[in-house]
């Protein structure tokens, strides 16, 4: 009988990282004493859900862990509110209860939660508590879809997260975006250890071949300018608006120069990275 990944996920203060890929979006991320929820997603799957403007989509599967299992969360990171594969029902129960939420302004002022702080893409804020070195996390810039979807897609951010005085990136998150100029300067201008990259290549028959999110090919190209020790891919199944399978997801990049960056992780399971 397997323990509770409450359990398997203890706190650990040493310099490893450990993530455990939840499903979708979805990951824990343990690194120095911080427990980091990306994107929370915990519904069942099963129910379509509806982004606006005629758009929707399925859930397909459901987390490999289930909410009552994550235990304390010190810092949700959430790159959007508006769309229910970066934010369901249950995840919305993770917010209230974790230390701190970061997410983007126009999401702060919807959510009007206590513990949750707004940025504007390239703004930083610094996260503390005690026993644990302080936390920089940095807005970077997401373009959900093609040029001038903002006002369907809405407001979209990554984040850059450093620990203590150090100057390398320890995590970047992508969030949800297509390969455009901005992603390509910051992939250019980091230096990162660990990136989470949103990939998926979303589309709506509602826009017919317009995309929202990241092709595997984009992918190498972006991984290529960043240079990082590890990539993760995430959020590229359980969901019906995905356009690459994670088989055509995984050929693309085990089949490009960047291969030896990529960690596929099992579902539940957590790894050091």
């Known amino acids: ?15 490893a990282m450990r993530i455990t890929r939840i499903g979708g ?22 129910r379509r859900y509806t982004f606006g403007w005629g758009t929707s989509s399925r859930k397909t599967a ?30 919305r129960a993770t917010l209230a209860t974790a230390t701190f939420v970061v997410t983007t302004e126009p999401g702060a002022r919807r959510l009007k939660g206590s513990n949750t702080r707004g940025l504007a893409t390239g703004a930083t804020t610094t996260l503390e508590l005690p026993g644990r070195p ?31 005085d150090a100057q390398q990136t320890a995590l970047w998150m992508t969030g949800d975006s297509v390969l455009y100029g901005e ?22 028959g509602f826009t017919g071949p317009l995309r929202y999110s990241m092709t595997a ?27 690459e399978t994670e088989a055509h997801s995984r050929a693309a990049l085990d089949g490009s120069p960047v291969v030896d960056r990529v960690r596929w992780l099992v ?3 957590p790894a050091e990275v």
């Open 1 to 15: 009988m397997r323990r509770p990944v409450a359990a398997e996920l203890s706190i650990d203060h040493s310099e």
């Open 25 to 46: 979006p979805t990951a824990l991320v343990e690194h120095q004493g911080w427990r980091i929820l990306t994107d929370p997603t915990f519904d069942p799957p099963g």
């Open 62 to 91: 459901g987390p490999a862990v289930a909410l009552e299992d994550i235990g304390p969360v010190d810092v949700v990171l959430l790159s959007h509110d508006h769309h229910a594969d970066n934010l369901d029902d249950l995840g």
């Open 134 to 164: 302080a936390l920089r996390v940095t807005a970077t810039p997401c373009r959900h879809g093609p040029r001038f979807s903002r006002p369907i897609a809405g407001k979209v951010i990554g984040f850059a997260l450093a620990v203590g």
């Open 183 to 204: 992603l390509r300067e910051v992939a250019k201008a980091l230096d990162v250890d660990t990136a989470l990259v949103h990939l998926g290549s979303v589309q709506f």
């Open 217 to 243: 090919t984009e992918a190498v190209e972006l991984l290529g300018l960043l240079n990082p020790r590890v990539a993760v891919p995430v959020h590229y199944e359980g969901w019906s608006h995905f356009r």
């Open 267 to 269: 579902p539940g399971v």
